[in-house]
């Protein structure tokens, strides 16, 4: 008899975090103001809700011997979401040294998390190890964006802008909240091998009952033949 199926997946967490993601992206892509205030201010709401998803996973959905990454990417977000949502902190050099150093953090535990999966042929080890890499490409764009940056350039009949480090921090990390929203939302969509109620791949659910069949249609002289 098959587990019943729960009303809280892996699935739901790849679509709530591509949910969350998607949301940060769209704040910072459509707004003016590429501020350090913002940036964080958007960053803060973004680890702590995606730090709640995580919690719940490892609550609801993930088995014991994989719980450690989730708790420990939620406690990384709340960490990061709580430094970052004081508004009195709220300055270029925060915004560079918090975000970069959760990007690094969270996409570590989450590539080490993907590999170990991946020995064990875990489908969602792919999803991991690809999140991961992304967090730590952000971490390290972040800490190559010279401090003071200032640049300034002209757009014919539209005037002459100023461009700087934390408006290019802003939006890497905009750019980063979208490549994961689309990835992370392909992989919630994409059917799975793997059943998330009892967390067994589908082709035992189908040969266990196949196999026990055929054996019950084998007549005596041939169970007797297999001793």
């Given amino acids: 008899m098959s587990a019943p199926a729960r009303a809280f997946t892996v699935r739901h967490v790849q679509l709530l975090r591509a949910l969350f993601a998607a949301i940060a992206a769209v704040m910072i892509t459509f707004s003016s103001d590429h501020s350090a205030p913002v940036g964080l201010s958007v960053f803060s709401g973004f680890v702590l809700v995606t730090a709640l998803v995580q919690f719940l996973a490892a609550w609801l959905v993930v088995p014991k011997g994989s719980r450690w990454s989730y708790v420990l990417l939620g406690a990384l977000g709340v960490v990061a979401g709580m430094t970052s949502g004081v508004p009195a902190w709220r300055t270029d050099d925060l915004f560079f040294v918090v975000v970069s150093v959760w990007a690094i953090l969270s996409g570590g535990i989450e590539l080490l998390a993907g590999f170990r999966a991946r020995r064990t042929a875990d489908p969602l080890a792919r999803d991991a190890i ?87 249609s084998a007549t005596p002289a041939e169970r007797g033949g297999d001793r």
């Fill in 130 to 216: 690809t999140v991961g890499a992304f967090g730590i490409l952000l971490g390290i764009v972040l800490l190559l964006i010279p401090a003071g940056f200032l640049q300034e350039y002209t757009i014919d009949e539209a005037g002459t802008f100023l461009l700087s480090g934390i408006i290019l921090g802003v939006g890497m990390f905009g750019g980063y909240a979208a490549i994961v929203a689309v990835f992370l939302g392909i992989a919630g969509l994409t059917p799975k091998r793997r059943d998330a109620a009892g967390d067994l791949p589908v082709v035992d659910a189908v040969d266990g009952p196949a196999a026990s069949v055929t054996d019950q």
